[in-house]
Every structure is written in structure tokens, then in C-alpha cells.
């Protein structure tokens, strides 16, 4: 476990507040102090509570029910002056909701057959560039990309070719948009596949398998060129992988690390600074991680051609919070060290980070 000692970091609990519901998703909506948690209420229908962080206190804004259970959201593909919440629900709908008017839709389509597991949006908030995009990963087995300004069809469709077995598709994250032209989405399945769809080409860009059901993928940063890549296992494993150099047999360099026993449901990078990043994990515990990179990001090989060198990874810190698996996680983007996490004991907690200055 992680060195104690005045300059690490702590991961304080701040405020927790408990809810009648089964909570999958919490998001900070940016420029700031609300927050937003998406679920599922007993009765099956869905939910959507805002509430204010008020001192040490969370305040209940609103309170929206919607037909049917939400699995997940994104503000990442609107601008900062509309923040439209996009989420995905039990259904296969993709709805993008203006919270200030939550009745209706601004948006929306039956996106897939099944449940939406992961959403994830770019082009938007001032991050990245190119057209404000939602991407979204369903049970069905396809990975779809959506412009809303394009009504009905997706601008992408990555789905299983004839007569291969389609693979439930657990988590989904957009990467590489650092001009007008380029951007990738990284997908994980539940069987370990990790695939790279490169959206300027529209074609796959890389694949590999970490031999165990991907639960979260995110990129360090989508506004840049890729640079790292985590995905969590269902095993307590996760991957860093270093997106520099694509080496033409061998792809991309990795270290792993087996943080705890169980599941690692998310990753959540700080915004404010692209080398550290927190893990949820199964066993209610948070995980803080800093990756060190190596001397040179990448060496030749026998042939000449380049291939990546992966770094390292240390433990800052973690925390046992809750007896149920913490399943979702988000770092404000506003203000640094300020997080939110959702877990099945039904509580959904603000955390404050110290000491992210200092390492």
C-alpha cells in the first residue's frame, strides 16, 4: 500500500449523501459547484438528481424521473454556455437533456437494441477539436459515433463482421482529437478485447486482449495526440499503455499493475495533470496512481522500425470508503483535487485530493 508521510497525498471524504435509488453514473456539470447523479429507481424507471455543493453540505436542486433506468452521461460534446447533459439508458436511447428545461428531449434516438453501457463526448466544453461527437458502447455488441447535429443515423457504426460472435461492449472513450481531422475511439469488451477505431480513416487501427472483461478505458487526455491509454480488468488488473509509437507487429507498450483483488470498475485521469489517475474499485476502495514515464519513450528494434518503451507506475494513496463497489467516478474539472464517486451502498460521496501541487 502507499507510504505514508506529510507531502502525500489524502483523499479526505468531504460529504456523502445517501439515496433512495441505484446509482450508475455521477458527473461535476462544468464551470460549477452542481453535480449530477444518474440511475435507477426501485420501481424501474429512471433518474436524474442535480444537487449543489454547499460547504459541507450537498443540496438537492432538482429531481428528474424519466421511463427508464440510466446507465450513463457526458457533458463532453456541448459547449460550455448550453452544458446539455447526453446520457444513455436501459433501452438503447441516447437523449441529450438541456437540465434547465429536463421535460423533453433536445435530442434523441434509439440508438441501439440494448442497454447503452459507456458514453463518452468530445468537441465540446472547448476541449478538442472537430465536431462536437458522443460516441456509445452497448450490450448489443456495436460501438456507435453521433453528431446530434446529424439527426438519426450515427456518423460511425464499428459492429462485428458477418459470423463473428458480437461481444458486449463495456466501456468506450474517445481520444486523438487534437485537430479537425483526426480522432479515435478506444472500445473494451467484456471478453478483453481492446480495439482502436481510427475515425479519420474509419477503419481499425489496433487491437489487443488483456484476457480479461475491460470495465473502463480513458485516455489521459482526448485534446492531444494519444499519448496514454488505461484500461481496468475485471480481475483487479489494469494497463497503461503508451500511445506514441505504434510499433507494426508488437502495437503499443504497456506496463501492468495488479492493484487489489477485485474488480477495478473506472479510471478517472486529473484533469489538471495527465499523469495521475485514480481507480474505483469492487472492494469500495479508491486507488491514486502517478505514472512515471522512462528515460526514452521508445527505442529501435532489431528491423529499425521504432517501438514504445513503457514506463512505470506508483501508488500515492488509497481509501476504503464504502463496503459496495464504487462505480463511478469524476474529477472536477473546475477545480483541482475535488472529486465525485457513486457506489452501490446507494451514497454518493465528495472527496477532496491534498497535496496534488506537490507530486
Known amino acids: ?13 468531504h460529504v456523502q449523501q445517501a ?7 455521477c458527473k461535476w456539470v462544468p464551470r460549477s459547484a452542481r453535480l449530477l447523479c444518474l440511475g435507477s429507481a426501485a420501481r424501474g424507471t429512471g433518474v436524474v438528481q442535480l444537487y449543489e455543493l454547499h460547504g459541507a453540505r450537498l443540496e438537492l436542486l432538482r429531481e428528474i424521473e424519466k421511463p427508464k433506468p440510466i446507465k450513463c452521461g457526458t457533458f463532453g460534446a456541448t459547449s460550455l454556455q448550453q452544458r446539455y447533459l ?3 439508458d436501459f433501452d438503447g436511447n441516447l437523449n441529450i437533456w438541456n437540465l434547465e428545461a429536463p421535460e423533453i428531449p433536445v435530442y434523441s434516438v434509439k440508438g441501439h437494441k440494448e442497454i447503452i453501457n459507456s458514453i463518452d463526448g468530445v468537441g465540446g466544453l472547448g476541449i478538442g477539436e472537430g465536431a462536437p461527437e458522443i ?20 456518423v460511425a457504426n464499428m459492429e462485428p463482421v458477418q459470423g463473428e460472435s458480437k461481444r458486449d461492449c463495456w466501456t468506450v472513450a474517445f481520444g486523438n482529437a487534437y485537430n479537425q481531422e483526426e480522432r479515435v475511439v478506444c472500445a473494451g469488451y467484456d471478453n478483453g478485447d481492446i480495439k482502436l477505431f ?18 473502463s478505458v480513458e485516455f489521459d487526455r482526448k485534446d492531444i495526440n494519444m499519448n496514454k491509454l488505461v484500461a481496468t480488468s475485471l480481475e483487479g488488473k489494469f494497463h497503461v499503455f503508451d500511445m506514441r509509437t505504434q510499433h507494426p507487429t508488437k502495437g503499443f507498450a504497456s506496463v501492468s499493475e495488479k492493484a487489489q483483488k477485485s474488480t477495478i470498475w473506472q479510471v478517472r485521469h486529473l484533469p489538471q495533470n495527465r499523469d495521475i489517475f485514480m481507480t474505483s474499485g469492487g472492494s469500495g476502495s479508491l486507488h491514486l496512481w502517478k505514472y512515471e514515464y522512462p528515460a526514452q519513450r521508445s ?6 522500425s521504432e517501438m514504445g518503451v513503457a514506463g512505470s507506475v506508483s501508488l500515492l494513496q488509497n481509501v476504503t470508503l464504502s463496503t459496495q463497489p464504487i462505480s463511478s467516478l469524476d474529477w472536477s474539472p473546475d477545480k483541482k483535487g475535488l472529486c465525485v464517486c457513486g457506489a452501490f451502498d446507494q451514497t454518493v460521496r465528495v472527496l477532496i485530493v491534498t497535496k496534488l501541487n506537490k507530486i
Request: net charge neutral; proline share 6%; with cysteine.
Open 135 to 154: 460516441v456509445t458502447g452497448s450490450r448489443d455488441g456495436t460501438v456507435k459515433v453521433w453528431d446530434p447535429r446529424q439527426n438519426d443515423t450515427p
Open 86 to 88: 447526453a446520457t444513455g
Open 1 to 13: 500500500s502507499a507510504a505514508a508521510g506529510p507531502e502525500r497525498p489524502q483523499v479526505v471524504s
Open 19 to 25: 439515496l433512495n435509488y441505484t446509482l450508475f453514473d
Open 299 to 304: 527505442k529501435k528494434d532489431s528491423e529499425g
Open 198 to 215: 481510427d475515425l479519420k480513416t474509419m477503419s481499425l487501427r489496433w487491437e489487443t486482449n488483456i484476457k480479461n472483461g475491460v470495465c
